[in-house]
């Protein structure tokens, strides 16, 4: 039981480790230097989908592709908001409002076995 929950605990650590990557090679679209932005993205997005794949072992594909994308998109937005001094639309803060109902009504959905 006690190493169920650690393996658990470790795929949550995985996937918060893909999106990070994620945000992280999103961000780097925005260099100047275009091939080196790209080298980067490249890079990290790898990191991503290899964490993600990680991930996927313990936690249903289906809720963990989903809260990677849901905070992919908040924390890229909060980069956008905060590094590229962006802004944030009301229908873009409406649009993540609406996605963590989403995800959280998802996630009560979940069967548990």
């Known amino acids: 039981m006690i190493a169920e ?8 650590f995985f996937l918060i480790c893909a999106i990070v990557f994620e945000v992280l090679g999103t961000s780097f679209l925005k260099m100047k230097n275009v091939i080196l932005g790209y080298f980067f993205m ?5 990191f991503s989908y290899f964490f993600l794949s ?10 963990a592709y989903a809260i990677w994308e849901l905070l992919g998109v908040i924390l890229i937005l909060l980069v956008s908001f905060i590094v590229f001094k962006e ?3 009301l229908t873009q ?10 995800i959280i009504m998802i996630n009560i959905g979940e069967i548990k076995e």
């Not at 803060?93 to 989403?102: D, E, H, K, M, R």
Request: net charge positive; with cysteine.
């Open 42 to 46: 490249a890079m990290f997005i790898a």
């Open 93 to 102: 803060i409406l649009g993540i409002v609406c996605s963590i109902a989403g």
């Open 5 to 12: 929950k650690k393996g658990l605990l470790k795929a949550w």
């Open 87 to 89: 802004n944030l639309t």
């Open 54 to 63: 990680k991930a996927i072992t313990k936690i249903q594909i289906g809720i």
